[in-house]
């Protein structure tokens, strides 16, 4: 199977915010693979892609399930339409290796193509049906454990990856699941649900599917029907009010994006908890960890990413040959989204691009083209950051009337298909008449970044006749990229700035702008909508400047107890088996920071503490920051982190952990690497619990130039706001055209 799609997975969420998961800025920083492993395994084993076209391979499954936690056991009787498969090609299909089937002989035969080694979790079966069209009942039990199933677990997951129900090769599923549980026990699935005798719950879903999940669990249920799509929430204690936000926010964003892209593509939407720190997205429900789904922002951050991978991903299905666009286009239309509601869109593509900065070097940068899934923070960088500014640029390039267009185009007419970037290019073509070639090709085919800078920026002219003479240049390495740059100009007597897009095709390029007054400043790019490479200056310093770096120094602090010894030589043991480049000294076992190499500073009693205070010192706002902290009333067990520059080197960062606990550094290891956006944090316990966070103000850009008399600094004009997508949006910019 081709098709593949990330979800949040295994962690606890930390900076904002991500076939499973993403991102979000609730990051993983171990993905659950599940269906990852799917896919190399059918790799492995042969399996056929699918060509998601008009008469796709669909295979029915009626399925009698009895699943019996406190047995341990799981019993299945499938009766299988193969009237849509490929009978040219044979029956082929895959189970658990634990698992043997049983078929009637009149029905036809069935033998195993492949013996199971150590390691390998399905098996392939060859099937023999005798029926015209062909039709089987395959029957086959086995015991949890042997599927990789705990029974004791307060929740049970059977996906493909367990390899529970008989998958055949090149086709997608419907199916029918009668699903018979001891009593208290409650099973989720795709599709529709209703209620059978003997307490049996029916799962139906008509539409193919990639997959077809079976979650249960000893749950309370609560429901809203009044609207055309269901929506429900599956919680292991009783807890309605929760439930109650839930139900109201599934409402609320569902239909946000049915106003923007079409009907959502299923009877329901569910969000379902799980007894572990997961975020899988399934078609028509999401499973959460018990932790993620109680954090109070998740609701409003995250679970909207989670809604609208039923339209991208589990609605259109992905075509990864050409690279996985699906979490790029629902990070861009729920995360960034829902920050440009906030009146924040600016900054997170600005941190956006820092962790591209911070993350991605020369040598670790691929194409998107490649992106199939997220494993750690280059990948992210890439698939996510990457691809969604690409989104955010084709969109300024179209206008958000015509690219909104083009989404539900795209949407129309791939839904329950395959698609690739190629067809989502064509859509847009279609709904605006661009030829978008280009475009797609030069952000999914190329590695790196562009990197802008001002060469020159002069003033002519006088009495009300005046031109802005700006010179911009590409300096990175290569080829010039092909680039509409905002640009910005603060003119005298004039609150509001005039704004301009500068076609560039050159590594240099000379515009002259004529102007209504006299020109005090420019700002290129000033709200980041360039897919661009920072300069350090545009960025304060965070702990992913530190985390990003390729070898990082962690420096141990000697004047401590052995017991806190030991608690931060655990911090820095997991650091470098996390950060391969990263290396760990005593502070004894050095003279002096290195210059050109980015610092962890552990413990106050550090005897370099007092130098990063020196450069902590001279950042604006330290004061309030203490001062907040103090008044947080947290001076009982609390940690404090800090991220700071060195003097002089706005690319080199220097992170300090100070703690009156050494007993939250375990917690602290485990969850810093997830708050890499922000520059100081305020942590209480041993847990311990964030209660505090946020952003130094950068220090400045090269990318501002002032040019009033004498180059006095002035202030930047404020900038015209477009409104979040899906609204009409005020025209903000013209473009410039010098021959």
Wanted: proline residues 6%.
């Amino acid at each position: 199977m081709k098709s593949l799609r990330m979800q949040w997975g295994d962690q606890l969420p930390g900076s904002s915010q991500g076939w499973y998961k993403h991102r979000m800025n609730v990051r993983p920083t171990t993905m659950p693979f599940i269906r990852c492993l799917l896919l190399v395994a059918f790799a492995l084993l042969g399996r056929s892609a699918i060509a998601m076209e008009k008469g796709v391979a669909v295979v029915g499954h009626d399925m009698k399930v009895t699943l019996d936690p406190e047995a341990g056991r799981l019993s299945v009787r499938d009766t299988l339409d193969l009237s849509g498969a490929n009978a040219e090609a044979g029956f082929a299909l895959y189970l658990h290796c634990a698992l043997t089937p049983q078929m009637d002989p009149r029905e036809g035969g069935i033998e195993a193509e492949s013996e199971c080694r150590d390691g390998e979790r399905l098996r392939r079966f060859r099937l023999f049906p005798r029926a015209a069209p062909p039709g089987v009942t395959l029957s086959y039990e086995a015991r949890l454990d042997s599927l990789g199933i705990d029974p004791e677990a307060e929740v049970l997951h059977l996906s493909g990856a367990n390899g529970w129900y008989a998958s055949v090769e090149g086709a997608l599923s419907t199916f029918r699941l009668a699903v018979r549980m001891p009593p208290g026990w409650v099973s989720v699935s795709q599709g529709e649900n209703s209620e059978m005798a003997g307490g049996t719950v029916s799962w139906r879903e008509d539409k193919p599917q990639e997959d077809i999940h079976l979650v249960a669990g000893r749950y309370h249920v609560y429901e809203d029907t009044s609207g055309d799509v269901t929506v429900q929430v599956y919680l292991l204690q009783p807890e309605p009010e929760l439930a109650q936000r839930y139900l109201d926010a599934s409402r609320r964003y569902i239909g946000r994006y049915e106003r923007l892209l079409g009907d959502y593509p299923y009877a329901k939407f569910a969000l379902v908890e799980n007894d572990r720190p997961t975020g899988y997205g399934m078609p028509s429900f999401t499973l959460l960890g018990s932790r993620v789904l109680r954090l109070p922002f998740i609701i409003d951050s995250s679970y909207p990413h989670e809604i609208l991978h039923d339209w991208w991903g589990n609605g259109v299905y992905v075509d990864i040959t050409q690279g996985n666009w699906s979490e790029a286009l629902t990070t861009y239309l729920a995360d960034h989204l829902q920050k440009e509601i906030q009146g924040r869109g600016a900054q997170y593509r600005r941190d956006t691009l820092g962790r591209y900065a911070d993350y991605v070097s020369a040598g670790e940068d691929f194409p998107l083209s490649a992106f199939v899934s997220r494993h750690n923070d280059e990948t992210q960088a890439v698939g996510y950051g990457k691809g969604m500014m690409m989104f955010h640029m084709l969109r300024r390039r179209l206008g958000d009337g015509p690219f909104v267009e083009g989404l539900r185009r795209f949407y129309r007419d791939q839904a329950l298909k395959e698609a690739s970037y190629n067809d989502l290019r064509r859509a847009m073509e279609s709904a605006t008449g661009a030829d978008l070639v280009s475009f797609f090709t030069q952000w999914l085919t190329r590695t790196g970044a562009p990197i802008l800078t001002i060469e020159d920026a002069g003033v002519q002219g006088q009495d009300g006749e005046w031109m802005l003479d700006l010179t911009l240049k590409q300096a990175q390495e290569g080829p010039a990229y092909e680039l509409r740059v905002p640009v910005a100009v603060t003119v005298e007597g004039d609150d509001l700035a005039q704004e301009f897009v500068v076609d560039m095709k050159e590594k240099k390029r000379r515009v002259e702008i004529a102007l209504p007054a006299r020109p005090l400043r420019v700002d290129v790019d000033p709200d980041f909508d360039l897919f661009r490479r920072l300069d350090p200056r545009e960025l304060p310093p965070t702990l992913g400047q530190v985390f990003g770096a390729d070898k990082p120094l962690i420096v141990l602090p000697s004047s401590v107890s052995a017991g806190a010894a030991r608690e931060y030589g655990a911090l820095a043991a997991a650091w470098r088996r996390r950060y391969p480049g990263a290396e760990a000294v005593s502070d004894r076992e050095i003279d002096a920071l290195p210059e050109d190499r980015s610092v962890w500073l552990l413990g106050r009693e550090n005897r370099f503490t007092a130098e990063f205070d020196r450069w902590v010192g001279e950042r604006d706002g330290l004061d309030d920051v203490l001062r907040a902290a103090s008044a947080a009333g947290r001076v009982g067990n609390a940690s404090l982190v800090l991220a700071a520059c060195r003097p002089h080197r706005p690319d080199v960062a220097v992170g300090m952990i100070a703690v009156d606990d050494t007993a939250a550094l375990a917690g602290l290891a485990r969850k810093l690497p997830h708050y890499g956006a922000y520059g100081y944090l305020l942590f209480e316990g041993s847990e311990p619990r964030n209660v505090m966070k946020g952003q130094w103000p950068s220090t400045g850009s090269p990318l501002a130039v002032d040019l009033g008399p004498g180059n006095d600094e002035v202030a930047a004009a404020r900038r015209a706001v477009p409104r979040p997508l899906g609204e009409p949006v005020p025209v903000r910019a013209k473009a410039i055209s010098v021959k």
